[in-house]
């Protein structure tokens, strides 16, 4: 980790950026080894991004329906 990783972790707290999307963005950012951990730390988080990523417009039918277009 660098003081440029915790300045940027400043902003990100400081911007009010929702816990599971710091989760999302960090597995969408990992090497395979952190990936891995974050998976098994996160389960449903990651099949969450999974679903999410390979779903037109990352909507799910699941969503609300104002999120469909």
Avoid: C, W
Avoid at 38 to 61: D, M, S, V
């Amino acid at each position: 980790m660098s003081r440029y990783d915790y300045e940027a972790s400043r902003q990100l707290a400081v911007n009010n950026v929702p816990f599971y999307a710091l989760i999302m963005a960090a597995m969408r950012k990992a090497d395979t080894y952190n990936l891995a951990a974050l998976q098994r730390a996160f389960p449903a988080t990651y099949a969450e991004l999974k679903a999410r990523f390979n779903a037109p417009g990352g909507i799910l039918p699941t969503d609300p329906e104002e999120f469909h277009p």
